[in-house]
């Protein structure tokens, strides 16, 4: 797994993302429909389809990066909506290219001590 900055900003492009589409398209993708700037040195995550495939957007100064990642089984966990752009944290984009669900936090209850 690619390490990732703790300030670098994570967008997902919500809806259905045509695959075949490499750096150029992507990048109009960003531009366009996210209303993002593909230069600016942040993630841009896009999904297939059926769900199983991911591609991920990044310029790092002298040129676009373009990183995939298929699932053998499953999906991955995406949001409900289908318009838009959803910023994620590099935790939650960590989560979610290994397949956890990183839409809701999960919350455990600490033991309480008697003295």
Same mark, same amino acid.
């Given at each position: 797994?690619i390490?990732?900055p703790?300030?670098?900003r994570?967008y997902?492009?919500?809806?259905? =993302?045509d695959?075949r589409?490499?750096?150029?398209?992507?990048?109009?993708?960003a531009q366009?429909a996210?209303?993002?700037?593909?230069?600016s040195g942040?993630?841009?995550v896009?999904r297939?389809?059926?769900?199983d495939?991911?591609?991920?957007?990044y310029w790092d100064?002298?040129?676009f990066?373009?990183f995939?990642?298929?699932l053998?089984?499953?999906?991955?966990i995406?949001p409900v =909506?289908?318009?838009g752009?959803v910023?994620l944290t590099?935790a939650?984009?960590?989560?979610?290219?290994?397949?956890?669900?990183w839409?809701?936090?999960?919350r455990?209850?600490?033991?309480?001590?008697?003295l």
């Open positions: 797994m390490a990732i703790a300030g670098m994570v997902l492009a919500m809806g259905p =993302t695959m589409k490499g750096f150029d398209g992507l990048a109009a993708l366009g996210l209303e993002q700037d593909p230069f942040h993630l841009f896009f297939g389809r059926r769900g495939l991911l591609k991920v957007l100064g002298q040129g990066c373009l995939a990642k298929r053998e089984r499953g999906r991955f995406w =909506t289908t318009d752009v910023r590099p939650q984009l960590s989560m979610l290219l290994e397949g956890i669900d839409r809701a936090p999960i455990t209850d600490r033991p309480s001590f008697a």
